[in-house]
């Protein structure tokens, strides 16, 4: 087989949250067409990372107190950060790249400077729309309804000095590249591109900032920062060494590459980054592949609609391959597609627990059974096929190539279909030839029974190599049951019908994918995101300050004593609250109401020396009056309301007055 290189990249990720479901999304699609690669044979380099610089992240750090390194660091570094995601997720990266990197910082400094010295970047005023969130500069024409047309936030006004790309003079060359060649995918994502930006007219784009500091700074005008993106497309290239000595692969073969991405960042993939690159006269990316979106009842999901899926409590639950599988098989990939708890585990349930997981555990269980783990040699080939036979055959035997034409239009939804065919296929030629009731009589119909689990095993066998780069832990499970050797899981023998050895030992192991408690499931999946929710709340929270003035004079009319608690009882008919009769130095008992049941017993407060106000109107509760209110501290720890009580010295006498 030709050795061939392929390069294939995941935007890198900002470590401005904690990643969820749909970023892994991504990574997991990307990995399974990176092992897929590599299952060819193809010499594969795959590369994810993070693009750290940039406004949302200064100010980020800025709230959480940190610099901005020490902030980028601990999301992607730290424990349940980005990185340890991926290794969770069992990504097969060979490189992480992460923008704040020395030689990444210097290789962009240095094609900045390529650019500006070529006359494609130049010093301008801009004046015009930022989304801070989205880091992106807009046009007036741009704007839908006054506000972001990615993110739908409202926009601010900004004018400053800034260094602009002269996007403007690639225009042509883009739209042709868009219009006439199959580099952006799915095609679909092409008119979009064109109608919205190139019919428009391209404008050329500011590429600095001065407003902040958290960004590359242009070496020959360190006061401005170079534009995110700008610093953010590069990576693709600097990873491989372009512009740096730290890597020495870009002019190896790797360059083009393959660049995955979602569908709101198609526009910085398809215009700005082919046009920086004709820029700097380097070659295009052989595809920028455009997914669409894991939505969650319909809409994105966002940190800040909090609404996020946690990746790390699903793979815990169900199992990383699991996980894998069910968001590869479940929606197109270039299409949107809804996220639910149900619709996860009904498809482990049918297509994993139902049809793989048993057509493994009744083929291993009948090996066993029947011929104690080794089949008859001979039982490879049988002289009369009978329909079953020959349609299972066919199927099987053409599997590679339906999957491999899904594969490279990256549709790995479309090649996961065609494996369940198969696997469907196999479990009704289970039902058709009835094993069990072949071995009733083994002298009579042994050597039939032999070669319909080989069959068997060898549908599952092709099935299982096709499946290994979306299932790949499994996938080595199964072919530890199933005894296929190292030469009987490459991707030549999947093409091959009869690759597997007629004797290998069959073992009978642990259930594959165990079926999941729908109902049990779902319960603990929501009481596990309500504690997740909580766990992320402030941990304390006080009420912000008044900032309105109040005159000494009033607040003196205010007037405030120690009193002793006498008596305390619950209203009756009330949950909250509790009646105090109260010694406050006047000789005449007073009487409070006051609404804290929850976090007192009557009988702990008697004989608490207390502070109340006294002199506010009486007031009537539940047909009691109540002289007066005690006065708590209140604060809020972990969403829930916290009230105490403020309890004095009991030295101090009842009627003392507080000044
Ligand atoms: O865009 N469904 O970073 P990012 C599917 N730093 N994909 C989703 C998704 C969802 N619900 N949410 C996010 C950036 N993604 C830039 C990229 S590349 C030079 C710079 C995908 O962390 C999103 O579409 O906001 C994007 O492809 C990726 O996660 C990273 O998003």
């Not at 404008?203 to 958290?214: A, G, K, Y």
């Not at 599988?325 to 996860?344: A, V």
């Not at 696997?423 to 029974?449: C, F, H, S, V």
């Not at 010694?583 to 006051?594: A, E």
Request: aromatic content about 10%.
């Amino acid at each position: 087989m030709e050795n061939k290189k392929f390069y294939i990249t995941t935007p890198i990720y900002y470590p401005s949250d904690k990643l969820h479901i749909g970023h892994t999304y991504c990574t997991v699609a990307t990995d399974a067409l990176a092992r897929y690669h590599r299952l060819k044979g193809e010499e594969v380099m795959f590369l994810t990372g993070t693009d750290e610089h940039g406004q949302k992240i200064e100010n980020k750090a800025k709230e959480a107190g940190v610099t901005p390194k020490e902030f980028v660091d601990r999301i992607v570094e730290g424990e349940g950060g980005v990185k340890a995601l991926w290794e969770l997720m069992n990504i097969s990266n060979d490189r992480f790249i992460r923008t704040t990197d020395d030689y990444h910082v210097s290789a962009v400094q240095k094609l900045f400077r390529k650019m500006y010295d070529k006359g494609d970047i130049y010093k301008g005023t801009y004046k015009g729309k930022y989304c801070t969130p989205c880091e992106s500069f807009w046009t007036e024409s741009q704007l839908k309804d006054g506000c972001c047309p990615d993110c739908g936030r409202p926009v601010v006004d900004a004018e400053e000095e800034a260094y602009f790309f002269r996007l403007s003079k690639y225009a042509d060359r883009i739209r042709d590249l868009l219009e006439n060649t199959d580099f952006l995918q799915p095609r679909s994502r092409v008119n979009e591109m064109v109608k919205n930006f190139i019919d428009p007219g391209l404008e050329d784009l500011c590429v600095s900032r001065t407003s902040f500091t958290w960004g590359i700074p242009v070496d020959f005008d360190p006061k401005h920062v170079v534009y995110v993106w700008l610093d953010a497309l590069t990576n693709y290239i600097t990873a491989l060494g372009y512009c740096n000595d730290r890597y020495d692969d870009y002019d190896k073969g790797w360059w083009p590459g393959v660049n995955i991405v979602g569908k709101e960042i198609v526009r910085f993939h398809s215009i700005i980054w082919p046009a920086m690159l004709m820029s700097l006269g380097e070659p295009l990316p052989k595809h920028v592949f455009g997914h669409g979106w894991l939505l969650l009842d319909g809409g994105k999901m966002s940190k800040s609609k909090g609404n996020v899926v946690d990746p790390y409590i699903l793979a815990e639950k169900f199992g990383v391959d699991a996980l894998r599988f069910f968001l590869m098989r479940t929606f197109p990939f270039g299409s949107d597609g809804n996220f639910s708890n149900e619709l996860l585990i009904q498809t482990i349930n049918t297509d994993l627990a139902n049809d793989l997981g048993n057509l493994v555990s009744r083929t291993t269980a009948m090996a066993g059974k029947y011929f104690g783990g080794t089949l008859p040699e001979g039982c490879g080939t049988w002289e009369a096929p009978e329909d079953c036979d020959k349609d299972l055959t066919a199927l099987a035997s053409g599997l590679r190539d339906r999957y491999e034409d899904a594969m490279e239009q990256f549709a790995p939804h479309k090649a996961l279909d065609e494996v369940f065919k198969v696997i469907q296929r196999a479990n009704k030629y289970i039902d058709e030839t009835a094993p069990w009731a072949l071995a009733k009589d083994m002298d009579a119909n042994g050597r039939r029974l032999a070669h319909v689990l080989y069959n068997l095993l060898e549908a599952t066998r092709i099935c299982g190599i096709l499946l290994s780069p979306f299932m790949p832990e499994s996938m080595e499970k199964l072919f530890a049951q199933t005894g296929a050797p190292a030469e009987g899981r490459t991707w030549d023998s999947a093409a091959q019908w009869g690759a597997l050895p007629e004797t290998v030992s069959v073992t009978k192991g642990e259930n594959l994918f165990p079926r999941i408690d729908m109902e049990k499931a779902i319960a603990e999946l929501e009481a596990a995101a309500a504690a997740a929710k909580k766990a992320a709340l402030p941990a304390v929270e006080v009420e912000p300050q008044l900032t309105e003035k109040v005159d000494f004079d009033t607040f003196c009319k205010s007037d405030f004593r120690a009193v002793k608690v006498k008596a305390c009882e619950a209203v009756k008919k009330s949950a909250k609250l509790l009646k105090f009769t109260l010694d406050d130095g006047t000789g005449v008992d007073r009487q409070i109401l006051s609404g804290i049941h929850a976090w007192y017993e009557p009988e702990d407060l008697v004989g608490k020396t207390l502070i109340a106000i006294v002199n506010l109107p009486p007031r009537k509760m539940m047909g009691l009056e109540s002289n007066g209110m005690l006065i708590s501290a209140v604060h809020t720890e972990k969403g829930e309301e916290c009230l105490h009580l403020i309890m004095v010295d009991d030295a101090i006498p009842a009627g003392a007055k507080l000044c």
